[in-house]
């Protein structure tokens, strides 16, 4: 099979002239259904198939089918078998169009708009199918987005709480309300829109009438382009009932800058304005009563604090709580906000919100008497404090309200309880720090203000060749000698302020015959009371196998303006993976950050810009945010967010998220509202206290790290940890692992389940754990292989007090093998001439197609340039070449030699690129022999086919069926009919009027639809 060889006679009936079946802007092809080949196709069908003229020649019709997309190909193949049935049923031709999906050979699906012809044999038997083909794929991806468009604006109007409008200042009538407007005013949209602007007005409330008018009136009065306005005011509802409405309106100008319309929201805030009212009244009460037992309280000897039952809102405290506690005590509104970080169970257990004895008596009823608990004071102190709790009853002995009495019995117990903490402490942290330094992956070392060895791991040891004994008192620079370094550890010391570096180059004296070596290592000072550098903790983890694996393959590297703008809630529009689509100017001002800077921001950053908080104070990760929740298909309502403005402003939300789906039900995005109630809200920032010399051991090191107590619940974890994870939550037991941990066994592809952890493992069985690998996704999404080592914790007595987990992260050097092996795979089956070439034009690899296609061994390669290759040498050229491939890339067409001296055509495409810290070229070089050979025939019977048809002594006449419009004529054709080529080329033959008749064109198109051809037919033509 060849392109442009003509089939038989038939076909060259029906398709004369080769030129313009070559010039087609539609892609033509034509398969012989006896034999199942591929007879003749046109350069446009090898540029909309994605596959080069080659590649289709060396396949089967039936090849060609099979990249018909699944969905479609079964219909594809019905549709045909009915075309047979109804040609041999009717002995004529037949056609139909049909639209299907082809896969490209970039590895996309591409729409085509075929129309197929079935032309017949001389004995009235199916033959040949001529296909012509259009690439339809930018109209259908522009009618999927303008129906997407659609239901997204449907949804956005369908889903608000609130009603838009749009109010014709031109005939003082409404053009359009939402269909949320009955739900707010019991009216219909055509109902208000006959009763008109003028009787909408009149529904307005007499006191509230003038502050409207004067809104108006100044809004229509506003000088800027397209100003906007809020004002509430009461309006009668169908029920005759006055309703209280927020009306923010936009005005629109025509293109002369004259006022057209009024396009707004309406919002019902009846709710809103009498809970305003009833607050104002409660807290004017509240305040008489609280002035007069504020009075007799603070006289009292001892601390006490009144709450309401059941919500725990505290109403008054006297004088001695704010001394007890050294800190102002905020009067929390309800029992969460009750401070966790404030009070501790004896076992050192911080008490709950619903822990504190006020707590209980409002809400269960209970008495607590004389009920001691430790607490952490305002200046960082600890105390302890004896509380007793009573509820308050009324006259049916419901619970109203509950009392505490608070007195400090510091001074007594501080002795005691100061010792048992020292004791527990210095046991525990013993026991953490040895087991964390003995079973970490890490290097480390513990020393002096002066650089002497106070301790040492085994892995630092054993990679320094040293006994820890013989390092004990030693220099680190009498041993190490590095002047860059010990610079670095003296300007720590001066400074004491911590270091850290990745993948730091380090050649050790002792050891040279390791090279240059590659360390992630880090320097913490240990300051004492005063504030003083005493020693350093330094960490160090060898990255050198990391580093030679990541040199070697390359890094991978408005919707709704005018509707949502006047919407007075936030709210903000998301893609599919999360990136921003749209902010309103609601948005903007309650959050103060504009749309560009929000959309100039990672997601991993936003809640870090925003510095979002819980109402008790958590930071929030992003996968938190509603929106994130919104994109993996949750609703979600009501959900209370803290965000910090620029200005710094504390700001509460109460944030909305929903899915956007498309008509199929996936997901395309999430939309996400927001309302400003800090008015409402009065929060206390939780105070969250370090310890500081464990915590600098663990954020030292370059491995993640989890601390568990006995029954597994995470005490703390590292940054490190919460960089792997992309936010390590504390699991508040074990059981909760798999849950807020996911993790799969890379061998089976099972799920690891909360008692498989090795961290329960370790707490609940003292078992060790070492190296387990495990594929884990984060909680913002992304896959990354970890290796987990867990180990119990004991105290001096051997007793189980907790565990210790450490992942070390291995995605990157996971993904660096998994990239190198299959670029060997790729390399050792390519068909093409694949060479790495250095700069000098030196070849350094090359691939088995290379020597076969050469006739060299690789060894005999790897001897020679690029410049024994080329057929005819040419130094300065080559040598530009080079330059060019090198700086941006080249492609371009060369003769290259065999062993035996003959001459073969090339193509070769050729890019710089860095492996293994070296610079070369990638050459990709494809045999064009036969390519060559095809555009030479080509150009031969494309000249042959012209000759033809210029020549020809009858009119000849070229047209585009659609439209009629002119492709080419011959000269015979402008002698006889007297018009210029240049008159009639491009234009179409209702335009130059040359039918006397015009139907009869469009009877010579439908007979060429029903027969596939036209013979003998007469029509009349007019000359100029």
């Not at 009853?393 to 619970?399: A, H, L, P």
């Not at 990391?546 to 991978?556: D, F, M, N, P, T």
């Not at 103060?592 to 008790?616: F, H, M, N, V, Y």
Request: hydrophobic fraction near 35%.
């Amino acid at each position: 099979m060849k392109q442009g060889k003509p089939p038989d006679n038939q076909i060259e009936d029906t398709f004369p002239i080769r030129q313009a079946v070559e010039g087609m802007q539609d892609a033509l092809h034509l398969s012989d259904l006896r034999t199942g080949e591929l007879t003749y196709f046109n350069r446009a069908f090898v540029d909309i198939s994605g596959l080069s003229a080659e590649e289709i020649c060396t396949l089967q019709v039936g090849e060609l089918r099979a990249r018909i997309h699944p969905e479609d190909r079964e219909e594809y193949l019905a549709r045909i078998d009915d075309l047979v049935e109804a040609a041999r049923r009717t002995g004529a031709p037949q056609s139909e169009d049909l639209e299907y999906r082809w896969l490209h050979k970039d590895g996309t699906y591409h729409w085509f708009s075929s129309s197929r012809t079935l032309l017949l044999d001389e004995q009235g038997q199916p033959k040949v199918l001529v296909s012509v083909l259009r690439d339809v794929t930018r109209q259908k991806e522009t009618e999927r987005a303008l129906l997407e468009s659609e239901r997204l604006l449907r949804e956005v109007l369908e889903n608000s709480r609130d009603a838009l409008y749009r109010h014709n200042l031109r005939t003082g009538t409404f053009d359009y309300f939402s269909p949320a407007i009955e739900a707010l005013t019991g009216y219909t949209a055509e109902e208000l829109i006959e009763m008109t602007a003028q009787g909408a007005q009149d529904l307005v409330h007499p006191d509230d009438l003038p502050a409207y008018l004067a809104h108006t009136q100044a809004l229509l009065a506003s000088a800027d382009s397209a100003p906007v306005d809020t004002v509430d005011y009461r309006w009668k509802t169908k029920e005759g009932v006055y309703r209280w409405f927020s009306n923010s309106r936009r005005l629109v100008r025509d293109e002369t800058g004259q006022p057209v319309a009024l396009v707004g929201t309406l919002r019902d805030i009846t709710d809103q304005k009498e809970a305003e009212t009833e607050r104002e009244e409660a807290l004017h009460w509240l305040g008489i009563q609280r002035a007069q037992m504020q009075t007799v309280f603070d006289q009292l000897p001892v601390g006490l604090i009144l709450a309401e039952a059941p919500s725990g809102k505290l109403i008054l405290a006297n004088q001695q709580v704010p001394r007890i506690l050294r800190q102002p005590f905020p009067l929390f509104s309800e029992v969460s906000e009750y401070n966790s970080n404030l009070g501790f169970h004896p076992d050192g257990r911080p008490y709950a919100p619903e822990e504190w004895p006020l707590a209980r008596a409002v809400r269960r009823g209970e008495e607590v008497h004389n009920e001691e608990i430790d607490i952490l004071r305002g200046d960082g102190t600890r105390g302890v404090i004896s509380t007793s709790a009573v509820p308050i009853r009324d006259e049916q002995g419901q619970v109203v309200a509950g009392v505490v009495v608070i007195d400090d019995i510091t001074e007594r117990k501080k002795a005691e309880a100061e010792r048992e903490r020292l004791m527990v402490e210095q046991d525990r942290e013993r026991s953490l720090l040895e087991t964390i330094m003995e079973n970490t992956p890490a290097e480390l070392a513990y020393l002096d203000r002066d650089f002497r060895f106070v301790r040492v791991n085994s892995a630092y040891a054993r990679d320094a060749r040293y006994s820890p004994e013989q390092l004990i008192g030693r220099n680190h620079f009498d041993l190490f000698p590095n002047a860059e370094n010990q610079a670095i550890f003296e300007r720590v010391r001066d400074t004491g302020e911590p270091v850290r570096f990745e993948a730091k180059p380090f050649v050790d004296v002792h050891q040279p015959e390791k090279g240059v070596t590659y360390w992630d290592w880090s320097l913490i000072p240990i300051k004492g009371a005063e504030g003083q550098v005493e020693g350093f903790v330094f960490s160090l983890l060898n990255v050198t196998e990391h580093e030679r694996l990541l040199s070697e393959i390359e890094q991978r590297a408005a919707e709704l303006n005018a509707t949502i703008g006047s919407i007075n809630d936030g709210l903000v529009l998301y893609g599919p993976n999360g990136e921003f689509r749209h902010m309103n100017q609601a948005g903007e001002r309650i959050l103060g950050i504009t749309s560009e800077e929000w959309a100039s921001l990672p997601k991993g950053k936003r809640a870090e810009r925003l510095q979002a908080e819980s109402p008790d104070g958590r930071p929030l990760d992003y996968a938190e945010f509603p929106s994130s929740h919104a994109l993996h298909g949750e609703t979600v309502t009501n959900y209370h967010m803290v965000t910090h403005r620029p200005d710094g402003a504390c700001v509460d939300l109460l944030i909305s998220a929903a899915p956007i789906r498309n008509a199929q039900g996936e997901i395309i995005g999430a939309v996400t509202t927001f309302s400003d109630i800090t008015r409402l809200i009065n929060l206390q920032e939780e105070v969250q206290t370090e310890r500081a010399r464990l915590q600098a051991v663990l954020e030292a090191l370059p491995v993640g790290v989890f601390l568990a107590d006995p029954s597994g619940r995470l005490t703390l974890t590292n940054r490190v940890a919460n960089d792997i994870w992309g936010h390590a939550p504390l699991s508040k037991s074990w059981d909760e692992y798999s849950s807020d941990y996911k993790a799969w066994w890379p061998d089976t592809g099972q799920q690891v389940q909360s008692h498989e952890w090795p961290l329960t493992r370790a707490v609940e069985y003292g078992e060790v754990s070492g190296a387990e690998e495990m594929e884990i996704e984060t909680q913002d999404g992304e896959r990354k292989t970890i290796l987990n080592y867990a180990l119990p914790v004991r105290d001096v007595s051997g007793a189980l007090i907790g565990g210790v987990e450490v992942d070390v992260d291995i995605t990157d050097r996971k993904q660096a093998e998994q990239v190198l092996e299959r670029y060997r795979l790729l390399s050792e089956n390519a068909r093409d001439i694949i060479l790495f070439i250095n700069p000098d034009g030196c070849i350094v690899e090359a691939n088995l197609a290379a020597e076969r296609a050469y006739g060299y061994s690789r060894d005999e390669l790897l001897t020679k340039t690029v410049y024994d290759l080329r057929a005819e040498p040419a130094a300065p050229l080559v040598n530009e070449q080079i330059a060019q491939a090198n700086a941006e890339g080249i492609t371009f067409e060369t003769a290259h030699r065999h062993r035996d001296g003959s001459a073969f055509p090339v193509e070769v495409s050729s890019r710089g690129t860095t492996i293994g810290g070296q610079r070369v070229l990638l050459s990709i070089i494809r045999d064009i022999t036969d390519r060559k050979q095809a555009e030479q025939a080509l150009r031969e019977s494309e000249e042959r086919f012209a000759t033809a048809f210029r020549a020809n002594p009858n009119g000849l006449v070229i047209t585009r069926v659609e439209d009629g419009t002119i492709l080419d004529v011959n000269d015979a054709f402008l002698d006889l009919f007297q018009w210029t080529r240049e008159e009639v080329i491009g234009r179409t033959t209702r335009a130059l009027n040359m039918y006397m008749h015009p139907e009869q064109r469009d009877e010579i198109v439908r007979l060429l639809q029903q027969d596939g051809r036209l013979r003998d037919y007469e029509v009349h033509i007019r000359r100029k």
